[in-house]
């Protein structure tokens, strides 16, 4: 998969956990209630591990998009390497 694509599903990835917060009039009610939690606020730690299981996966795939970008661009996959000293 090329590092393009790869960002492009980490962006994908990464959306529900920016844009659902942003959406109140969605979540913006007392029902159904979870435990006795009105839904606005059982909704938003819900978020809370939906954007955690979504995270890490974009971190992961980023770090890979990451490695495909340097090699591409004629630098170590890795940071640290002897080109990179040269730029210090």
Known sequence: ??????????G????PA???PLWVSYYNREDPTLL??????WFQ?????VS???TWPAFLLSQRAER???VRHGLPAEP???RDQERR
């Open 52 to 54: 955690v299981a979504l």
């Open 45 to 49: 730690f819900l978020l809370i591990v």
């Open 80 to 82: 640290g390497g002897p």
């Open 68 to 70: 495909l970008d340097r």
């Open 18 to 20: 920016v844009l659902l």
């Open 12 to 15: 994908v990835l990464l959306a």
């Open 36 to 41: 006795g939690f009105p839904f606005f606020y």
């Open 1 to 10: 998969m090329s590092a393009r694509r790869l960002w492009t599903l980490v």
